[in-house]
T-cell receptor
Framework: AQSVTQLGSHVSVSEGALVLLRCNYS??????LFWYVQYPNQGLQLLLK??????LVKGINGFEAEFKKSETSFHLTKPSAHMSDAAEYFCAVSAPSGGSNYKLTFGKGTLLTVNP | DAGITQSPRHKVTETGTPVTLRCHQTENHRYMYWYRQDPGHGLRLIHYSYGVKDTDKGEVSDGYSVSRSKTEDFLLTLESATSSQTSVYFC????????????FGSGTQLSVL
């Protein structure tokens, strides 16, 4: 079985500061990893994903994440926070669940607050 | 934006009544999903579909049923609504499984009184 743990349900940073949102996963097979963002009263949208190859993945809005197999981590970072980054962020892992189907499991989310 | 429409956007109902939520897509994607979102739980998969009339259970399927008679429509039915089913329900679609991203609808806020 696979699982995702997001460390910190709420992270608060100042505008211009580094954003670091932590995600650890467990999976019995090499997983695909995703970060999604949810703005208030909207559905989720993809920030970035890791499938294979380069372990540092760049996404939209200046975010990036690094896949570290030895640490089973996929932390999300952004060098300088903007007010518009305030949202809830979800880490997710996808792994085979039998046949050609995959199971996508989401973490519980981290609410990012950006202070002026 | 992907063409996904959820209806209704908001619904208030009473305990014990049946409720059907609709998800309609215009992308011709094979996979469709229903999730519920609750504070402290993130998103949890209720049911998903991998083709017309092909569906399977997710992790929180009790009390819910689904149907997919056409590629574009995926219906979620609460057979007898309970207060524990008060939640925000999201439909999502993807072209393939595995490493494909999901496109999400705007959600349905359901309150069961």
């Amino acid at each position: 079985a696979q699982s995702v743990t997001q460390l910190g349900s709420h992270v608060s940073v100042s505008e211009g500061a580094l954003v670091l949102l932590r995600c650890n996963y467990s999976s019995s097979v090499p997983p695909y990893l995703f970060w999604y963002v949810q703005y208030p009263n909207q559905g989720l949208q993809l920030l970035l994903k890791y499938t294979t190859g380069a372990t540092l993945v760049k996404g939209i809005n200046g975010f990036e994440a690094e896949f570290k197999k030895s640490e089973t981590s996929f932390h999300l970072t952004k060098p300088s926070a903007h007010m518009s980054d305030a949202a809830e962020y979800f880490c997710a892992v996808s792994a085979p669940s039998g046949g050609s189907n995959y199971k996508l499991t989401f973490g519980k989310g981290t609410l990012l607050t950006v202070n002026p | 934006d992907a063409g996904i429409t959820q209806s209704p956007r908001h619904k208030v109902t009473e305990t014990g009544t049946p409720v059907t939520l609709r998800c309609h897509q215009t992308e011709n994607h094979r996979y469709m999903y229903w999730y519920r979102q609750d504070p402290g739980h993130g998103l949890r998969l209720i049911h998903y579909s991998y083709g017309v009339k092909d569906t399977d259970k997710g992790e929180v399927s009790d009390g819910y049923s689904v149907s997919r008679s056409k590629t574009e429509d995926f219906l979620l039915t609460l057979e007898s609504a309970t207060s524990s089913q008060t939640s925000v329900y999201f439909c999502a679609i993807s072209e393939r499984a595995g490493n494909e991203k999901l496109f999400f609808g705007s959600g349905t806020q359901l309150s069961v009184l």
